[in-house]
C-alpha cells in the first residue's frame, strides 16, 4: 500500500475521525454498561483522563505527521495550534454526539436528577420561591436539546483551545537562522 501524503485538511480530519471513532465507541459503551454517570462520580475523572490523554496523544501525532510530510520538519507554533485544535474539535464533537443524544431524547432521568439537584441547591440559598422560578427556568432554557448541544459543542471548543495549546507548544520546531 502506498503511503499517502495529506493537505492540511485531510490531516486534521483523519486524525479527528480516528481519535472520535474510538472515543465514540467508548462513549457508546459507557452509556450501555453504566448508563448515565454522574458529574461527582469516579467514573467521570478516569472518563476525563482517558479523553484528554487519547487528544493529547493523538494531536501530537497528527501535528507530528503534518510537519514532516507538508512543512519539511519545521513548524510554527500557530500552525501546530490550529492543526491540534481541529484534531481535538472533531474527536471531541464524537465523544459528546452519544451523551447528547442519550440525555436530549433517550433518558429523561438525567434531566429529572438535574433539577432536583439545582432546586435542592437553590432552596438551601435563596428559599422555596426562588428555588421553583429557577427550576422552571433550567427546565425550560437550559435542559433543552438545541441548548444541550450548543453548551456540548462550547465544551468542545474550550477542550480544544486547552489541549492544542499544550500540546502545540511541545510539537513547535521552528527554522533558526
Known sequence: MKDRTLNKWQNRLVYGAIAGGILLIYKILMIVLFGNAQVNSSLN??????????????????????????????????????????????????????????????????????LEQSYNMMYEMYGSEMADSM???????????????FTMLLSAALTSLILSAVVAMFTKKEKVF
Open 45 to 114: 475523572i478516569i472518563d476525563m483522563i482517558f479523553v484528554a490523554s487519547l487528544l493529547v496523544v493523538t494531536m501530537t501525532k497528527g501535528i507530528n505527521r503534518y510537519r514532516e510530510e507538508q512543512l519539511g520538519g519545521f513548524i510554527t507554533y500557530s500552525e501546530g495550534f490550529g492543526q491540534g485544535f481541529f484534531i481535538s474539535l472533531i474527536a471531541c464533537v464524537l465523544h459528546d454526539l452519544p451523551t447528547w443524544v442519550y440525555n436530549s431524547f433517550i433518558s429523561t432521568t438525567y434531566k429529572e436528577e438535574y
Open 135 to 149: 427550576s422552571t427556568v433550567f427546565e425550560n432554557t437550559l435542559l433543552t436539546p438545541p441548548y444541550m448541544f
